[in-house]
């Protein structure tokens, strides 16, 4: 008999109470996901995840009291002695914030109106240890700071063209099973220079990964 599927545990932090109701639908249709707690500002956020540990924590960027940037802070940020995995939830009409999220320990970013299906797999990403790249948000996003950021001139680590190349598809939102398609290399190929890349620039996921391709000019703006 097959054993049944780990439940994924979720916390939910919106101050919109409709918002909070429909996530949780979403969410709870799914086999392998349960929501554990719901919290209507970023102070409550905090105190229930750190007392509940969820394995996944789906944060508004706009709250009471504490927004989701420092709520991601507190929770997943470098200085966090065990960080917890934090999605973001944006309207995407707060560009500078959302990235002041990526750079607190964000894992991924969805929008409000992306669907169900994002929705669940950016939480089953997140529990897995990666981290969605939404080229609905995360290339928008990237792309315009970058264009805005001034040319860099430090020097970059030594990266092998093949990393190069994929280090270019994270950065264009592409999952690692499009990112072997497109580089003709096995699934687990990707997977093992995905971890050299984070290893040798010294990052955590990959949407570190794809800020600092656009920080650095790895990936054209065109």
């Known amino acids: ?11 939910l932090a919106d101050d919109q109470a409709m918002i909070r109701g429909g996530l ?16 209507s500002d970023g102070v409550d956020a905090i105190a229930l995840a750190r007392q509940l540990r969820p394995d996944v924590c789906l944060v508004d960027i706009r709250m009471p ?3 989701g940037i420092e709520v991601t802070r507190a929770l997943a940020g470098p200085g966090v002695r065990h960080p917890m995995r ?13 990235y002041g999220a990526l750079r607190g320990g964000a894992v991924g970013f969805i929008l409000k109106d992306a669907g169900p299906a994002l929705l669940v797999e950016a939480v089953r990403a997140a529990h897995n240890g990666d981290a969605l790249v939404s080229p609905s948000v ?5 792309r315009h700071l970058t264009a805005s950021a001034p040319e860099s001139g430090k020097s970059l680590p030594s990266l ?24 003709f290399i096995s699934l687990s190929t990707v997977k093992s220079h995905v971890s050299t890349i984070q290893t040798k620039l010294s990052l955590r996921n990959r949407v570190e990964i794809a800020a600092w391709a656009w920080e650095n000019r790895i990936v054209e703006t065109t």
Do not use: H, K, W
């Open 160 to 183: 092998s063209v093949r990393e190069i190349e994929v280090v270019r598809e994270i950065a264009r939102g592409r999952t690692n099973l499009e990112i072997g398609a497109e580089l």
């Open 86 to 98: 934090v999605i973001v939830v944006t309207t995407f009409d707060l560009d500078e914030y959302v």
């Open 65 to 67: 009291r504490l927004d």
């Open 138 to 142: 995360t290339v928008r996003l990237l």
């Open 1 to 11: 008999m097959a054993a049944p599927p780990q439940t994924i545990r979720v916390l």
């Open 24 to 39: 949780r639908l979403i969410l709870e249709d799914q086999p392998d996901i349960s929501v554990i707690a719901e919290a």
